[in-house]
């Protein structure tokens, strides 16, 4: 008895204690997606809430201090929100008139990997200002960041070559403010053209994907910069062995107009540092590129602007522009006399305008239009003399333009339902031509422009312990006049506190890809170019996926396991870079990809630790290649795992990766450079360490600073990473018979880079 007292005393002292804690708070008119952050810090605590609930609230209170109710208790006098504490440590957010809340966009999972990266029952949540050092990571890349994900994987080694669940990189739709982006890297792709600095959030879908989205059949990547317009003027700005950038966030006029800039441009061609070197050496294997320097030069540079307008509480707008450039100047001597000059340009540049009208706390409009041009030109030219030439070029051009606008109504805090209207425009090309003082011969030359009209509606809805998002999108592509219905379903249970289980099932479709072209003189670095369905040579592609997992969390333990499979049609062989034997024409073909995804995480105040692990069997069949037999897709890694851990001690935090995965496969050939079998073999297994470091500290004035390092590679494996096959043109029987050679594509070294980040 005495024990029991003494444990209740013991107990009602600390909820005594924790409830009279206090600290100090003053606000005038201040946004309270701000005051939300400073409460968080003050109690350590976290609130869940929908971000338009939110989004046009303010808040004053007078200074002094408050306890963690106090301070709720003047969110909800000033607002029409109600404030729902979950545990001790997680609050919910809802309208005034919700008794009960069960959120819609839950998140599952709160720090996923590292601080920063969250998921929700349908997909993750990335903060890459926010997330703190993974391994062989410098300044927090967007897409190398996704690759720590389960199921991601980049078999080449780059940051733009994400392989999603077997499907392939064109097959991944990447927005920044509803922008399309068709070339999301820097120096091919090694890098990618998101700034990650910029004040944003990622939000990546591999499954259940929300009907607002189509145009692709693998991931989305939908980014999204702040809304929120800055009290005072912003800024960051860092160095690292590539390339400077820096971040502004400038108020114009007092909460209602602000203007954010970043921009970040290589140094490249005025330094050529020993991370540069590693890169120089990994992407230009194989080709006649031996060093770079003042002259000959690889540059890159993207800049954006947002500009956010609120001219009242319930209406927000907002202008986002966006550039992104990749330069190519190289010159060498290839016998006396002759001169091999070869110059690439790739842009990516866009607008968007985005208007968000909230009519009530219940419905809410939001309007977009948009624009997108991608650009690659290619030239190389060999000069023999002042009158005698050879040159071949290489043009592709994407204009993406359209307009979209969504609603959405969520009737209480159990049921909401979205739904819109899109239409958008692709207009693409191509040009390969060959020519010299005397004769042009054009290799390849196409035009084709399509309409999308496109309209969807989504329930979700939460009764007891279940939760339901069924969906249904309508596309109807002009150019190949046809439709298509593509239902969508996330289900989920709660099946306890620590356990909860989850289905899907999607149907998508999309009506441009890349394909793998290899005209006569080709630089063999982006040997793919993006083509429109012609319902002939290249038809509309169609992918269906069913997924099945769970989620454990209990303890500072995460268990989460998901297996899927996924079947494509209309898929080609020239994607793949194949023309069948003495058959000049592209076949086309269908594909599967079966395969499960485990995470296992232990967490604690001061350390992290995680493994993951993937097996996925993802095969293609085409009706004249092979002997009609499935063989394994390029993008079959049958098994993937990764071990990683890291470390804080008080300003310091270390992270360590090791990663693994089974041999890529690849094709043989005969001495005649005749395919004898598709991807049959495989090569060795692959594995590398990482590591990054990093320490920050601030100074009196509060600016803060930050020095990091990373090693990609610590052990310094070499080892062979692709082989690949590439078409001869030796004689002119090659142009109508396909004969091939091989190439043999080999790791990075060990490649260390140092970045310096302050901000103020």
Request: proline share 3%.
């Amino acid at each position: 008895m005495k024990k029991l007292m003494l444990m209740s005393f013991f107990w009602g002292w600390t909820l005594c204690s924790w409830s009279q804690q206090k600290e100090s708070f003053y606000y005038t008119n201040t946004q309270l997606a701000q005051v939300l952050s400073d409460i968080e810090k003050a109690f350590a605590v976290k609130y869940s809430y929908v971000d338009l609930l939110v989004t046009a609230q303010k808040i004053s209170v007078p200074k002094r201090l408050y306890s963690l109710v106090e301070i709720n208790s003047q969110i909800e006098q000033q607002t029409n929100l109600k404030i729902i504490r979950i545990n001790e440590r997680f609050y919910s957010i809802s309208p005034a008139e919700t008794v009960e809340m069960i959120p819609l966009k839950e998140v599952l999972v709160e720090e996923f990997l590292a601080k920063g990266i969250k998921k929700t029952n349908r997909h993750y949540i990335i903060s890459p200002q926010k997330v703190q050092t993974l391994p062989g990571i410098t300044d927090a890349d967007v897409l190398q960041s996704l690759q720590q994900l389960p199921g991601v994987k980049s078999p080449n080694e780059t940051a733009t070559g994400l392989y999603i669940r077997g499907g392939t990189a064109d097959q991944n739709l990447i927005l920044v403010d509803g922008i399309r982006l068709y070339h999301p890297g820097h120096l091919f792709g090694m890098i990618s053209s998101i700034n990650p600095n910029v004040e944003q959030t990622v939000n990546y879908y591999n499954k259940a994907v929300s009907p607002k989205f189509g145009e692709r059949v693998s991931g989305i990547i939908d980014i999204q910069s702040t809304d929120a317009i800055s009290k005072k003027v912003k800024a960051n700005a860092g160095i690292n062995a590539l390339n400077v950038d820096a971040y502004l966030q400038i108020p114009l006029v007092k909460d209602k107009l602000g203007l954010q800039l970043s921009g970040r441009k290589s140094i490249t061609e005025w330094w050529q540092s020993p991370t540069f070197a590693q890169l120089e050496n990994k992407v230009f294997q194989n080709t006649n590129f031996r060093e770079f320097d003042n002259q000959n030069q690889f540059k890159f540079h993207d800049y954006s602007a947002k500009l956010n307008f609120k001219p009242t509480d319930k209406t927000a707008i907002s202008l986002t522009t966006l550039v992104i450039k990749n330069d190519l100047d190289y010159q060498n001597t290839i016998e006396i006399d002759s001169l091999n000059n070869q110059q690439m340009t790739i842009e990516n540049y866009g607008f968007s305008l985005n208007w968000i009208q909230k009519y009530s706390p219940k419905f809410t409009q939001k309007t977009t239009f948009f624009y997108s041009l991608y650009s690659f030109d290619y030239l190389r030219k060999l000069d023999y003399s002042v009158d005698k030439f050879e040159a071949f070029k290489k043009l592709n051009r994407v204009v993406d333009s359209g307009a979209e606008i969504n609603f959405e109504y969520q009737s209480d805090s159990k049921a909401k339902i979205e739904f819109g209207y899109q239409s958008f425009g692709n207009d693409i090309s191509h040009l390969f031509n060959s020519y010299n003082q005397d004769l042009g011969i054009v290799l390849g030359l196409k035009h084709l422009y399509n309409v999308t009209h496109a309209g969807f509606v989504q329930f979700q809805q939460s009764i007891g312990s279940w939760h339901w998002q069924p969906g249904l999108r309508y596309n109807y592509y002009s150019q190949l006049k046809t439709s298509s219905f593509e239902p969508r379903i996330l289900v989920q249970k709660n099946l306890s506190d620590a356990l909860i289980w989850q289905a899907s099932y999607e149907s998508r479709s999309q009506i441009l890809s890349q394909v793998r072209e290899e005209a006569a003189g080709d630089l063999s670095l982006e040997n793919y170019v993006w083509v429109l369905s012609d319902d002939s040579e290249y038809p509309l592609q169609r992918a269906k996926q069913y997924t099945s997992g769970i989620i454990f969390k209990e303890n500072n333990w995460l268990l989460d396991v998901e297996a899927y499979y996924k079947n494509i049609t209309g898929i080609t062989s020239f994607t793949l870079g194949f023309l069948g034997q003495n058959d000049n024409n592209i076949q086309q073909g269908k594909g599967f990809t079966k395969g499960v995804d485990v995470l296992l995480q232990k967490s604690s105040a001061t350390w992290r630790a995680w493994l993951t692990y993937t097996y996925q069997d993802s095969q293609n069949r085409f009706d004249l290649l092979n002997d009609s037999s499935y063989f394994p897709s390029g993008a079959d890694i049958r098994h993937h795992f990764t071990m990683a851990f890291n470390k804080k001690w008080k300003r310091f935090l270390v992270t360590a990766g090791w990663f693994w995965h089974s041999g890529k496969p690849y094709s043989t050939i005969n001495e005649a450079g005749d395919v004898i079998s598709y991807n049959a073999k495989r090569l060795p297994d692959y594995h590398r360490l990482d590591v990054s470091a990093v320490y920050q500290f601030q100074t009196a004035k509060g600016n803060h600073f930050k020095i990091g390092v990373s090693v990609y590679n610590l052990y310094n494996r070499h080892s062979l990473l692709s082989k690949e096959l590439e078409r001869q043109y030796a004689n002119l029987s090659d142009f109508s018979n396909p004969r091939y050679f091989g190439r043999e594509y080999y790791t990075l070294g060990i490649m260390p880079n140092l970045f310096l980040r302050f901000s103020f």
